[in-house]
């Protein structure tokens, strides 16, 4: 019984494994191939993760065989060793494939951080214009407003009213662009573990001596 339990437990990983990858697969179909090798050194290639690619380890390839990023096989006596070293790389190549399947390269992921940063950068622009319109509209108002109840010896109601709805618009464009500051700022912070990620792929590739990551092909 303990040996069959041994057996579907190690069922249930692959299993765990190929789902997983298989997800990642449909995610990127026409983008990418999976390779393995069998027993005889033949490669073989699909568009889709098999069981046999997690038993054997496989390669990510783009259309022209150049390798994206290699995962090595199933290794039953280092899952068996220790489990929380086990399910910490187990995490890291999920983020990993997650990550690639988002950036080709650090430089991508910079230019994708940056194209972010900007928007968010014109939009603050733009909005501080419109903040300093209304300013303008609103100090221009109150001396018209002013000048009128001197000359009339009578405060007009609506003036209230309008001013509040100046201050309304302020506070709702300073509270915008606040927001926007901020979203910048957590734009930075989150690619900063991706850009160190993908560095030290890049890193470890490049010490294999294969090429693992393509140009950016983002606009």
Do not use: C, W
Request: glycine share 4%; net charge positive.
């Amino acid at each position: 019984m303990p040996h069959l339990l041994h057996r579907l437990g190690l069922a249930t990983t692959i299993t765990g494994l190929l789902i997983s990858s298989i997800a990642y697969a449909n995610d990127n179909v026409g983008k990418r191939l999976y390779r393995y090798y069998n027993d005889k050194g033949i490669p073989t290639m699909s568009d889709q993760i098999t069981e046999e690619h997690i038993r054997r380890g496989y390669d990510i390839v783009d259309r022209n065989m150049q390798v994206i990023r290699h995962f090595p096989p199933f290794d039953e006596a280092v899952y068996q060793k220790d489990k929380s070293k086990r399910d910490t790389a187990f995490k890291q190549q999920q983020e990993d494939a997650r990550i690639l399947r988002l950036f080709s390269s650090a430089r991508d992921a910079e230019s994708a951080r940056n194209r972010q940063l900007d928007t968010l950068e014109t939009s603050i622009g733009y909005n501080n214009l419109q903040l300093q319109r209304i300013k303008r509209l609103r100090a221009t108002f109150v001396e018209e407003a002013a000048a009128t109840e001197r000359k009339t010896n009578k405060p007009d109601p609506k003036v209230k009213t309008r001013i509040t709805e100046f201050d309304k618009q302020i506070l709702d464009l300073q509270t915008l662009i606040s927001y926007q500051r901020a979203e910048q700022n957590k734009v930075k912070e989150d690619f900063v573990p991706i850009l160190k990620r993908l560095s030290e792929l890049e890193k470890t590739e490049v010490s294999k001596g294969s090429v693992q990551f393509l140009p950016s092909t983002r606009p």
